[in-house]
Every structure is written in C-alpha cells, then in structure tokens.
C-alpha cells in the first residue's frame, strides 16, 4: 500500500494526463490498443487509493477532440475499451464509494457508450467517497467555446445581459461547474505539455510532469508525487511573504 500524502496539505482535486499506453505497448512489442488496456487496469489502481491519499476529486484525461487524428482501428479499439470498462467496474465503481461523471462534447460518440456513460452517472450520482470525473471527447478549448455559446445564447433570451458576464458567470457554463478547480495536474510518459486540458480551471493549479509511462505509474508513485506538492507554496498569484 502507497505511504499516506499528507491530507491537510495534500490536494484535494488531482487531474491526470495519462499519457504513454502506446509507448508502453511499443516497448513490449506489443500494439498500441495492448497498452491502452494496461492503462485503463492502472486507472483502477489510483481511484482506489484516492480515499487513503486524501484526494476527494480525480480527473482523469482518456480522450482529446485531437485523438480522433489516429487511425480508425486505434479509435475504434478505444471506443470498444471505453465501453467495456464502464461495464466491467460499473459495480465496483458504485459499490466503492465513486461518483462518475462524464465531461467533453459527447456528439461524436456512438449511442451505446453515451447510454453506459448516462446510466453510470444517475446510478453513482449519491456516492461521495472518491469523485471521479472522466474526460472523453475533451478539449479545453472546445469547452470553453461551448460554454461561450451557452452564454451567447442566454444572453440573446435576455435571461442575462453582457453586464451580468464575469469570470464566476463564464465558469458556470463549463463542463466541470459543480467541480472545485484542480490544485494539482500530473502528466505521465516525460512529455511537459498540456495538450489543451482544463485550460480554464488550471490557471492556478501546480503541475509535475513525470517520467514514467502511465501503465507504470503506480499508486505508491502517486503518493510520492502528492507528497512532493505538499512541500510546494501556492501563492495564487500573491507575493511571497518573508519571515
């Protein structure tokens, strides 16, 4: 079991880029979707340990609006394993504590998966041990600019007027509006990028980019990473105050 992050500093939304499967697989010989498998059972792995480590939100990045770049059978492979893991820890999930929910534009997905996600998310709904939120068909800026629309529209309904637009106002239209904003982003694989993640809810929050491939990165690495953010000073913008 991972050594305990110290709950009063440690943080309370983590969001992950997990990033590396295919590497992973690549090292093996293996093909990518190999990886990708591995990945998801290591998903399994970190929500379990969120409860021990002190972290009550976890956002996990599965799949960008970019990712439809790759090829058809990688896509089609991930759609299929998106389907079969909501179906396979759907109990585990409930039965544990988690609240699920789903952000990203969920047009482009196949009914099927739509219906997993919307039926994972009324069953866990009441849950409030882990929350886990699960990005699919993701993108900050496609967000935000969704978001803009709903706005734009509200406004043309005279619900609200350009004088009632602010930050709070925007940030109440976003995917994650019921959620805290992350204190903490991790990224697997070595890459020290963001890759158009939580662009809005991120202004503040720390980053640690890690080495290690995701389907490696385990629950006692996490706990590492988590103790290392403990130690850190989050100004928020402020000055540092001597002593």
């Known amino acids: 079991m991972p050594k305990d992050a110290d709950a009063k500093a440690g943080p309370a939304h983590v969001a992950i880029i997990m990033d590396g499967n295919g590497r992973w697989a690549q090292k093996r010989g293996r093909p990518r979707l190999f990886g990708h498998h591995a990945g998801a059972r290591r998903v399994r792995e970190i929500v379990e340990a969120c409860p021990q480590l002190g972290v009550k939100y976890l956002t996990i990045f599965a799949f960008s609006t970019e990712n439809w770049k790759r090829t058809q059978s990688e896509v089609a492979g991930l759609m299929s394993l998106f389907r079969k893991y909501l179906k396979r820890e759907a109990d585990d999930l409930y039965q544990n ?45 496609d967000e935000v600019t969704r978001a803009a629309k709903r706005l734009a529209f509200e406004i043309e309904q005279g619900r609200l007027t350009h004088q009632d637009v602010d930050a709070e106002t925007l940030a109440g239209f976003l995917d994650t509006h019921v959620l ?64």
């Open 97 to 141: 504590g988690v609240c699920v929910r789903f952000i990203g534009d969920r047009i482009r997905l196949d009914d099927k998966l739509v219906a997993l996600m919307d039926d994972l998310e009324l069953r866990t709904a009441e849950n409030d041990r882990v929350h886990l939120t699960v990005a699919l068909n993701y993108g900050g800026r």
């Open 180 to 243: 805290p904003d992350p204190d903490l982003v991790i990224r697997t694989s070595g890459e020290a990028r963001i890759s158009n993640f939580l662009l809005w809810q991120s202004a503040y929050a720390e980053y640690e980019f890690v080495d290690t491939l995701w389907p490696d990165f385990t629950a006692e690495e996490f706990a590492s990473v988590l103790n290392s953010y403990a130690k850190r000073d989050r100004r928020f913008g402020a000055a540092r105050v001597c002593e």
